[in-house]
């Protein structure tokens, strides 16, 4: 599970790849998957749901 300080250090990149595989309707732990192959990352569901909100929030924000 990623502490906050780890969640305000993912990258930009990271962010754009999770928010565009939701919008493909994939499920939590096939997002998971395809970000630990790209990226250096080992994240759980909830990790991952937890950054799909940081990611909307920062959209939001920009």
Do not use: C, F, H, N
């Not at 928010?19 to 309707?25: A, V």
Request: hydrophobic share 40%; proline share 3%.
């Amino acid at each position: 599970m990623l502490t906050d300080k780890e969640l305000a250090a993912v990258p930009e990149e990271l962010l754009e790849d999770l928010l565009r595989y939701s919008e493909y309707g994939w499920r939590e732990r096939r997002i998971a998957t395809l970000l630990a192959r790209r990226y250096p990352v080992a994240l759980t569901e909830a990790d991952v749901r937890k950054l799909r909100r940081l990611g909307q929030k920062k959209l939001r924000q920009a």
